[in-house]
Every structure is written in C-alpha cells, then in structure tokens.
C-alpha cells in the first residue's frame, strides 16, 4: 500500500450516532457546529482545518452518524457515498467511538478498515471509565487491530487526550492501511464466494479494494450509475436478494465474533470499582438475588394496579354500554334489529373497548418502564433463565402481563427483535391464567374444594387456586420448550445488550407508545371481536320450532309433569333450543367423558367469547336471574342432578376436569383475534387453539377418569 508524503491531510471523522464526535470535531478545528444528544444533528458532510505542530494542514470532514456502511437511512447514505467516491481523496479516517458501546461501535471500524482506509480509533468519554469501572488495555488493543488507539474527553473543556490525538494524527502520514479480514482466500471460502462472479471480480480489478467492490454490489440501488459506467460485471452476479441479505448477516456475525475475542482480552468492565450513580444502583438491580426480588415486586406492584386502577374504567364502560342497551331496547321497537344492535353489535364493541384501561395502564407501565433504563435491567435478569426455553428474556413481558389479560400481552410481545422467539411468546402466552379465568376458577372451586385450612394457616382453596396459576406458567414453558424444537429459524441467537443510563421519561414518547399500541388493538383486533360477537348472538336468539314458540312448549313441558324444566324460565328454555343449544348437545358425546352434560356444554361454548361468559350462561340455564348471585348460582349447581345416574352433576372429579379444561384451554376469541392481527394469518391462531383446546381435552378426560 502507498504512504502518505504530503503537506496536506484530508481525515474523515466517522463514527456511530451520538459518539460525541461533532464535539470532537469543534474541538479541533475551532468551528461551533450544532451540538445535541440524540442522533442525527450531523446530516451532510462538513469540513473545517487544523495544523499540527509540524505545520501539515489538516482539512477534517465530519460526515454524519451512521452505525455501519450497510446505510438504512439518508443520512447514513451519505457516508457510504462519500468514501466510496474518495478512497483517493481521503488520506485516513479517524473514528470516534463511544467507550461505553464500544463493541457496538467497532461493526463500523472494522468496515472501514477493510475498505482499505488508515484508520485511527479515538474512544470519547474515558472521563466517565471510573465511575462505569471500565478497564481499557489500550497498548494490546492497538496490537490486536494492528491501528492506533487514543482515548479522549472531546466534551472536557481542555480536551483530555485531544493533544495526544493530534500527535497521532501526524503519524497517519506514514501509515500503512491494515485490512481487518474480509478480503481474504479464507472469508471466501467460509462463505462459499470462491468461484463465483464476485470473486472472478476480483480479478478483473486487481488494484480495487475487494470490501468496495462488496459494498457496490450489496448496495446495488445506490450506485446504479458508477456501477454501469465502471464495474458492469457487478450487475452480472448470480445472488438474489435473500441470498446477499443472508451472505451479509453471516458478515456481522463473523465481524462480532472477532470482535469479541479481541475485547475480551483488552475491554473488562468492573463493576464493583464503578463509582457513578447507575453503576451504584446497578450493583442492587442486577443483583441475582436482589435485582430478581425488587424485579418481582415491582411487576407485582405494576399487575396490582392494572388490576385495581383499570377496575373503576371499565366498570364504567361496562355501566354506560349496559345503560345504552337498556335505553335502546325500551325506547326502540322490539324486533330482532334491535336485538341485533344492542346484543350483537353493542356487545360485541363493549367486548373490545372493556380491554382499552387494562391494554392502555399495561403500555404505559412498559413504556415507562423502558423510558427510564429499566426494562434492559430486566431482560439481562430474565434472559439466562428464559434461555433453555426458547425465550428470551424479553418473553418475560408478556408472560407475566398475561396475568391480567392475554390480550395485551401478546402485543406486548412486540418488543421482542428475534422474530422466532417473538413468535413463540405470542403463542404460549394464552396458557398464563388471566383475570379473566377467575370467575370460573372461583365458583367452581368453591362448590367442590372445601374451605379449610391446612397446618392451621394455609387455605385450601387458595392453595388450589396458586397451583392453577402455576400449572399454566409451567404448560407455557414446556410449550416454549417444544415449539422452539419445532418451529425452524435460520438465524441464530445472539444475545446483544446496551444498559442505557437511567433517566427522567419522555412524556410525548410515552404517550406516542402507548396511542400506537391502543389503537392497534381497536382497529386490528376489535373488527373480527365485533363480528364474533354477532355471530354468537344470532347463535343464540335463533333455533328450531320449539325456540320460536319457546312459552307455549315450556308450559306444555310443566302441565305434562316433566322434571326436569318445572323450575326452569322462558329464557334458560330459550337457550336450550336456540342454535347455540343445538350445538350443546350435538357436542355431548364429546364432552362427556370429560363428566359434563350439554348444559356445561353451552356454558363452554358461550365462553369462547369470553371465559367469565361461563358463569353469565350458567345463570341462565339455572333460571338464576341475576348473574351476580353467586351463592344462589352455587346451589342451584350443587343441587343439580344427573338425569342419567340420579347423582350430583358437579361432583368432585367434574369439578377438577372443569379447572383443568379451562386452566389449558383456548376459550377466548379475543386472544386469537389479537394474534391473527400480530402474525398476519389465521394459522398461528387455529394452531393454539386446537393445541390448547386438545390439550386441555386431554388432562380433563385423565383428570376425570381418575377421580370419578
């Protein structure tokens, strides 16, 4: 390679966003550029002087942040077209990085390196190494990347390091370029390129920088011009574009594994020796014991008062929708259009608006939570646990906010980057017992599990009720387990992590957070909640003869003595054969060896729409009237009788059948409207729900057969 032997030095300073290199840049040349702390204040390039103290001249150009020179923004492109275009114009580059990012950072300085450029690497912000208790080997970290490395201050008023750096600067005249590995016999071989066009390119540009020639041909659409007018043979090559999107994410792996070896032995950071403030609060948070018992009362305290402050909200949407329809069924005329509007249309937008204080609380919790620096904390906590599993420790969110609602909690799963482990956290989620299980779990437990204490303190009905909590935690990470195994992925899991400092959250990026996240739901799931929600009222206010002339059969049924509907209404002999009552039957001879008859049969069709329907359902064809009686509801069922045996309907092993069936079952359109809008097709959802469906089939018949 040739050595610089000129008077004047053009320098490039490069660096990822937010790396305090315009800061560095006014520092050196005595320009006042505009300063700022988030990316993107640099957008074009700009150029100011400098002499060294031999008199060279130095013209420096800041070209804007960008976190590789595979660009995915405007002003990203500027870089890769600036040194593409001037790799004789540009005699060296200098790269700012951030010490606190640094392998995040070095991505971009091992490209520049490969592109043939002498590169010298300043790392800002050594002020704050102490206190993050960082330890740089700076000596073996230059013999390792084969460049000089400086450590600066550029935001210090003196500038620490900045006069060593000018010193370097001066030794760039007689650097020799050092490429990191990409061009090499060995690169192509790894990935397969020996023997094809790009390496036949090679060779009929044997003076052209390999990594260009890389770049020109991944980054086609930007260079239409100088590729046809200087290297045609690039758009002869034979890869399709899933084919190079592949080739360049083993390129970033390859980058990071050698990235890797080389800060593990020069980069060591200590946190013990760290004396600032997130460092301190740090040695608590990320504390194995600690850090996970502050992170479980904390999503403790968080469920709590999604649970307690949602509760007045949507009793308040719960209030005004009931109000509604009862205003429009008195003062509208009675047919089934109204019957269609306040029952089927009016139902159904309750059914997705009741989810908006739980779904809006949820976010705003998570976006805080992220805002402040916190939600990282929580994936390195959660991460090693989830790993055997399939997860990361992002899947955390979801899990444990599936504890009020599955709903948003699958699209809290949207945080996750790898799409294979989002995927499944979506899919497992709906085994998490949800809020919305307890009217269920309550009832039933409290009509077969008595209500007694175990070692004098421990009650046996909660005993039960935590072990249905834990029975779904652990049939999600089993699932997790087996989808991981089944589902395929072709990228590989690297698990990559900044800890950002902690900070005061921004309120428009809260609010733009949780708005997206509502109103996703509103217009995604809720189409296809209404339109179930319409069905399942035409299901059940529709039927046979006997259902049309319901009063006249009923009294007739009475007068002839017949047990079995002498303490039964007009509306619990409605539903009998109505459509949906059809279905309870016809579906019998599935469900009875799980122990339940039709009647339990509708309650579990009805509570497709939503698990607590059950109960609503089973008030009515008790002829219970008021659906909030529980304790009137509780006899009716405990004195329910099997017509068949003569004995109790919900005995013991029924009882349990039913805990299990709903503990594993998928009895919620809601949940599977939302993740048909979050995986974009239907065959995600009719996976789970014949998986869970068959699965909650399966413990319920074992579960029942035993105890019978």
């Not at 390195?380 to 599936?402: A, E, N, T, Y």
């Not at 329910?640 to 503990?663: D, H, P």
């Amino acid at each position: 390679m040739r050595k610089m032997q000129k008077k004047k030095l053009k320098i490039a300073l490069v660096g990822n966003p937010n790396t305090g290199k315009t800061s560095l840049f006014n520092k050196l040349t005595g320009l006042h550029k505009k300063i700022g702390n988030y990316p993107g204040i640099t957008v074009n390039r700009v150029s100011g002087s400098f002499k060294l103290d031999d008199g060279t001249e130095v013209e420096l150009i800041d070209l804007p942040g960008t976190y590789s020179l595979h660009p995915t923004s405007k002003d990203e492109e500027v870089v890769l077209k600036e040194l593409l275009k001037n790799t004789e114009g540009i005699d060296g580059v200098l790269m700012v990085a951030d010490v606190n990012n640094l392998k995040r950072n070095m991505i971009l300085l091992t490209e520049l390196q490969d592109l043939g450029y002498p590169v010298m690497l300043a790392i800002n912000m050594c002020d704050e190494m102490k206190k993050k208790g960082i330890i740089i080997d700076v000596e073996k970290l230059q013999d390792l990347l084969k460049i000089p490395v400086i450590l600066i201050s550029a935001k210090k008023a003196k500038g620490n390091g900045l006069r060593e750096g000018k010193g370097r600067i001066h030794q760039m005249k007689e650097l020799i370029p050092e490429m990191f590995h990409f061009p090499s016999r060995k690169y192509f071989e790894h990935y397969k390129l020996t023997g094809t066009n790009l390496d036949f390119i090679r060779q009929d540009f044997p003076q052209e920088n390999l990594y260009k020639l890389w770049l020109l041909f991944t980054e086609q659409d930007k260079f239409k011009k100088l590729i046809k007018e200087k290297y045609p043979q690039i758009n002869e090559l034979p890869f399709d574009k899933a084919t190079v999107k592949r080739l360049l994410q083993k390129e970033v792996i390859k980058r990071y594994q050698d990235i890797n070896r080389i800060l593990k032995q020069t980069y060591k950071i200590d946190k013990s020796r760290a004396t600032g403030l997130t460092e301190r609060i740090d040695r608590i948070l990320l504390h194995k014991f600690w850090g996970l018992l502050i992170f479980v009362l904390i999503m403790f305290l968080v469920f709590q008062a999604i649970f307690n402050w949602a509760s007045v909200p949507m009793d308040w949407i719960d209030n005004f929708f009931s109000q509604t329809t009862v205003f429009l069924k008195t003062h509208l005329p009675n047919n089934q259009l109204t019957d269609l509007l306040t029952d089927g249309i009016l139902s159904g937008i309750a059914g997705v608006l009741i989810f908006v204080p739980q779904i809006t609380l949820l976010f705003l919790f998570i976006a805080l939570l992220e805002e402040m620096g916190y939600m990282s904390r929580i994936v390195f906590l959660m991460d090693r646990i989830m790993q055997p599993f399939g997860l990361s420790g992002k899947s955390v969110v979801p899990l444990l906010s599936g504890t009020a609602c599955a709903v948003p909690a699958i699209m809290s799963a949207r945080t996750i980057e790898n799409a294979k482990e989002r995927l499944i956290s979506m899919l497992i989620t709906p085994f998490i017992t949800c809020s919305a299980r307890l009217p269920v779990y309550t009832i039933i437990i409290a009509l077969v599990i008595p209500d007694k204490k175990l070692f004098g303190f421990l009650n046996l009905q909660g005993l039960v009720l935590l072990a249905l909590y834990f029975l779904g935690f652990m049939a999600a990470l089993i699932s997790a387990y087996v989808l991981s195994k089944l589902i395929k992925s072709s990228y590989k899991r690297f698990f990559i992590l900044e800890m950002p400092e902690y900070k005061a959250p921004i309120p428009k990026n809260v609010f733009i957070t949780v708005w997206d996240h509502v109103k996703a739901f509103i217009f995604g799931a809720g189409k296809i909640i209404v339109a179930f929600s319409i069905i399942l009222w035409f299901l059940a206010t529709h039927g046979s003869e006997k259902f049309s002339h319901a009063e006249t059969y009923l009294n007739q049924a009475k007068q002839n003595g017949i047990e079995q509907y002498q303490n039964m209404d007009l509306a619990s002999y409605r539903l009998e054969h109505s459509y949906l009552g059809q279905m309870g039957k016809l579906i019998e001879p599935v469900i009875k060896p799980l122990g339940y008859d039709w009647k339990i049969g509708i309650a579990i069709l009805t509570s497709f729409a939503a698990r607590e329907v059950f109960v609503s359902t089973l008030s009515t064809i008790y002829s219970v009237g008021d659906a909030d009686n529980d304790q009137l509801l509780r006899e009716r069922m405990a004195n329910e009788r099997n017509l068949i045996t003569g004995g109790k309907t919900f005995t013991f092993a029924v009882g349990i059948s039913l805990l299990l069936f709903y503990a594993f079952a998928m009895q919620c359109f809601s949940t599977l409207a939302t993740l048909r809008n979050e995986t974009k097709t239907w065959k995600w959802p009719v996976i789970v729900f014949f998986y869970m469906t068959g699965f909650a089939y399966l413990t319920a018949f074992v579960a029942y057969q035993i105890l019978k």
